[in-house]
């Protein structure tokens, strides 16, 4: 019954520092997404993945990379953090296939650079 | 760039009150419009959605009215309760992203719902 689990919820890194943000979802869905939400910006979509073993970019790709490990798990890395990535980040999946056309998002990751 | 437009960026309501929210987008290959709502601290959850071939979608309290030569949808929800106070986003699906299910999503609206 857990859905998407994203962790960690919070974190404080160093500019230039690197991190990998970790997203698990239980549901078979086949498609997984990565977004940052700012204020007044909405939701943008870094990068997805239709299925396990394809990976594309999204509006705001720069300065992110990602794996999709397997059907499960879809990682999003920041491997020189900048202030200005700052944010929260939401990992979701859905699955049009099972007719889950909406997304179920994970609880979000609280991101500081300073 | 597809993009969707949502306004207004805030909004406050009497409870009993009926609460507004627009959003426009600018080509017509979007084949999908879910509405989401987020709580503080969490991640948004589908509210409600419509295709374009429906014209309103009503469930409980939340209704969608898509007007599609207009190329606007907004979310109306009636009878306004203090626990309907969040972060209400709009979205679309770009036709052909059926493989995908890519969703563009609106700026988000606050809306806050008075006592």
């Known amino acids: 019954n857990a859905g998407v689990t994203q962790t960690p919820k919070f974190q404080v890194l160093k500019t230039g520092q690197s991190m990998t943000l970790q997203c698990a979802q239980d549901?078979?869905?086949?498609?997984m997404y990565w977004y940052r939400q700012d204020p007044g910006m909405g939701l943008r979509l870094i990068y997805y993945?239709?299925?396990?073993?394809?990976?594309d970019k999204g509006e705001v790709p720069n300065g992110y990379n990602v794996s999709r490990l397997n059907k499960r798990e879809f990682s999003l890395r920041l491997e020189s953090a900048a202030p200005s990535q700052t944010s929260v980040y939401f990992c979701?999946?859905?699955?049009?296939?099972?007719?889950?056309?909406?997304?179920?998002f994970g609880s979000g990751t609280r991101l500081t650079v300073v | 760039q597809q993009q969707v437009k949502q306004s207004p960026q805030s909004l406050i309501v009497q409870k009993g009150g009926i609460s507004i929210i627009n959003c426009a987008y600018e080509?017509?290959?979007?084949?999908?419009f879910p509405w989401y709502q987020q709580f503080p601290g969490k991640g948004p959850a589908l509210l409600i959605a419509?295709?374009?071939?429906?014209s309103e979608k009503k469930e409980g309290r939340f209704t969608i009215s898509f007007n599609k030569s207009a190329k606007q949808f907004s979310l109306h929800i009636m009878d306004s309760q203090p626990g309907d106070s969040a972060t209400y986003f709009c979205?679309?699906?770009?036709?052909?992203?059926?493989?995908?299910?890519?969703?563009?999503f609106g700026q988000g609206t606050t809306l806050q719902v008075k006592p």
């Open positions: 993945s239709a299925s396990e073993g394809t990976t």
């Open positions: 979701a999946s859905s699955d049009r296939r099972q007719g889950n056309y909406g997304y179920t």
């Open positions: 080509n017509t290959a979007f084949d999908y």
């Open positions: 549901m078979n869905h086949n498609s």
């Open positions: 979205a679309a699906s770009p036709h052909g992203s059926s493989n995908t299910g890519k969703l563009i």
């Open positions: 419509i295709r374009p071939d429906v």
